[in-house]
């Protein structure tokens, strides 16, 4: 088995080149008053068309695509070094790629690694003995009914807590069931799980009804959910049940058994997220009948593990969930998805390997440099604002000087002792992986939090702000060119990186973020007139956003995206004030570089980390599911914004307005 090609006659390879800003992805015919986006990244955007095996091609898929490259070399090389067995990180990766790329055995078994799971929902007779199959199938990763995971408990911060929330759908968002424009969408779906069924040897009218039925249910849980804008709301979002009342509530689905299977004992409560929909689980588990909760749970098992099974049943999936639902046009190459895989199942034990390679303690110190800045610059804006009165100033000032930083990779890599990991068995790598994970979510509820932890592997190209932490959090991944660039001029650092880290300060601050405290405790802590305040500059927002028409007849959702968009208009303006701070520091880094201004040039190294192009099925289902806008208005409404937009782009005219929206925002 070649598992690793030689990289310079490789033209999967050889045709990624790592990103940079340049000047000559801009379009200068376009105006950028009207539209930065174009001005920016035009050339670029009309030369780069998507690559068939993705949905959409932009900055953060072009750095994707390269830190894969690196990834690649790590697993290729554990894969074939005899040494790599001595070291438990690069065992587990090899091992894991080994199994993954072993395409022979993985066609020859075909639907062998799920026979055991179908086996046991075929001899379910009753309701009861379905019930006790949920959490057997949820610690093989097959989230039926609904979602579990323990995470730090909002409203006390020093511990976890386990979360229940909604879930068991099989399309993006509840909307795909409902709203009209997806009418088409579902008949496609019915007609893929016929098809699926059919594979695994159903014969034909019974597939047909079994697709009727798993589409009938998870329609009806759908219709039980809530909408995505909804599920932003943290005070709405956050129940505590006492054990014992859950386990009088939720009788039928026997919740208190479940939470003993999956391993979470000696606790007095849990956070159920959206109550009204376990009780409508409850309702449905009393009188929906067996065969049709059967062919739900066969139908879950199936898609479970279907893009990790053979190329039949493979290419069926995708080509609803990728060429279908998002318009991609051809699936990745298997080298590709074996390392999502890993990085999904046992990230930090890639990451780790990653960053050894990687990213090195001076880029580690100049992104702190750049946190530091845009911390200060923010403090600074909250000292001055002229809204808020001066007890909720001093709790936000005092939060922001609380918040945790985390750049690069864990100070210690997650243990995976006890974690089995063949080079001949994917399927089986992946189920025990998925018990390993929820296993130690569930052991941890009701413990002291581990301040330690990241939710996100160290080679991830994005960043998180978590509000329950209040920390901020940059993997080594997002790190690189063309975000942050240890040989370029700063101006385009902070342009680019440092408006990605004054989005996620911002994140503490915004409609979801501003309920935490200082210690991530999700208290009042506003005073009444302040709230007001903030909730009518938020509004201004979600109507701002909410009036652009991306497709005919088709708007942001304003009040889904809205933190999103408080973050970016909050996290340019921080940057640039964060930018002027160096310049008082390091006055030489004020430079006009290929004729263009330093003002300028932030502004453009903003636009250039947004500039994606994507098809119409994958927007469609973004402006459904997705709480950022797209691209283009993440990079056009938060830069007119700006007072120092006019700065660097002057109007013709002093009564000159910048595109065609007025300013606004909260920060």
Not at 105 to 113: C, L, S, W
Not at 631 to 640: F, G, H, Q, T
């Amino acid at each position: 088995m070649n598992l690793d090609r030689q990289e310079n006659n490789d033209p999967e390879i050889t045709s990624n080149r790592q990103p940079r800003f340049s000047t000559a992805y801009m379009d200068l015919s376009t105006d950028p008053r009207t539209d930065l986006y174009r001005y920016a990244s035009g050339k670029w955007l009309d030369s780069n068309p998507i690559p068939s095996d993705k949905a959409e091609w932009g900055s953060f898929y072009e750095l994707f695509e390269w830190n894969r490259v690196v990834l690649r070399g790590i697993a290729a090389e554990c894969a074939s070094d005899t040494n790599a067995q001595k070291d438990p990180y690069k065992r587990l990766v090899g091992d894991f790629y080994k199994s993954a790329m072993d395409e022979k055995t993985i066609n020859e078994i075909r639907f062998a690694p799920i026979e055991d799971l179908w086996g046991l929902i075929s001899h379910a007779e009753s309701i009861q003995y379905l019930v006790k199959l949920i959490p057997r199938l949820h610690k093989e990763g097959i989230p039926v009914f609904f979602d579990v995971g323990s995470s730090v408990d909002e409203k006390n911060s020093s511990i976890y807590a386990l979360y229940l929330e909604q879930g068991g759908l099989s399309l993006p968002d509840r909307d795909y069931y409902i709203q009209e424009s997806f009418a088409e969408m579902r008949k496609e779906f019915r007609a893929h799980m016929e098809r699926m069924f059919i594979l695994k040897g159903i014969p034909q009218d019974k597939a047909k009804e079994w697709a009727a039925s798993v589409f009938e249910l998870e329609t009806s849980i759908a219709n039980a959910s809530r909408s995505a804008a909804d599920l932003r709301d943290v005070e709405k979002n956050y129940n505590r049940i006492e054990i014992g009342t859950l386990a009088k509530r939720f009788t039928s689905m026997g919740l208190n058994d479940y939470l003993d299977e999956i391993g979470v004992r000696g606790v007095e409560y849990a956070v159920i997220r959206q109550p009204e929909v376990f009780d409508y689980l409850e309702k449905l588990f009393k009188e929906t009948d067996v065969e049709k909760m059967r062919a739900y749970l066969y139908w879950h098992v199936l898609l479970g593990y279907a893009g990790s099974m053979h190329d039949e049943v493979f290419n069926e999936v995708f080509d609803f969930f990728g060429r279908k639902l998002t318009g991609q046009q051809g699936p990745e190459p298997r080298w590709k998805r074996a390392l999502r895989s890993i990085d999904s199942h046992i990230g930090e034990a890639l990451g780790k390997l990653y960053v050894e390679r990687q990213f090195g303690e001076a880029a580690h110190a100049k992104s702190l440099e750049l946190v530091h800045d845009l911390i200060d610059a923010f403090r600074e804006k909250l000292e001055a604002s002229d809204w808020m009165s001066n007890e909720t100033r001093a709790m936000a000032v005092g939060k922001l000087d609380a918040m945790n930083i985390k750049i690069g990779y864990p100070d210690k890599f997650r243990d995976y002792s006890g974690l089995e990991v063949s080079p001949s068995d994917y399927v089986g790598n992946i189920r025990r992986s998925n018990e390993f994970e929820l296993r130690r979510q569930a052991t941890r509820v009701g413990k002291p939090v581990d301040r330690t932890e990241w939710n996100m592997t160290p080679p991830t190209v994005n960043a998180y702000y978590a509000p329950e932490m209040n920390e901020i959090v940059f993997p080594a991944g997002i790190l690189q060119p063309p975000f942050f660039d240890a040989g370029i001029d700063a101006t385009v650092n902070y342009g680019a990186i440092g408006t990605v880290i004054g989005h996620e300060i911002t994140h503490g601050f915004d409609d979801q973020g501003r309920h935490y405290d200082s210690k991530g405790n999700m208290i009042d802590w506003w005073t009444e007139d302040d709230v007001k305040k903030f909730n009518e500059k938020a509004e201004a927002v979600v109507k701002l956003y909410g009036s652009q028409e991306v497709l005919p007849s088709t708007f942001i959702n304003g009040k889904l995206t809205l933190g999103e968009n408080i973050a970016d208009l909050g996290g340019v303006g921080i940057a640039y004030a964060a930018l002027q701070k160096l310049y008082s520091r390091r006055p030489e880094e004020r430079k006009t570089i290929d004729g263009l201004t330093p003002d300028q040039r932030f502004f453009i190294a903003y636009a250039q980390i947004w500039k994606t192009n994507i098809r119409e099925e994958a927007l469609r289902m973004r402006l459904t599911v997705d709480p950022h806008s797209p691209e283009k208005y993440r990079v056009n409404i938060p830069s007119i914004n700006q007072p120092a937009f006019d700065k660097a782009f002057p109007p013709a005219t002093p009564q000159m307005k910048s595109g065609s929206v007025e300013r606004t925002g909260v920060w």
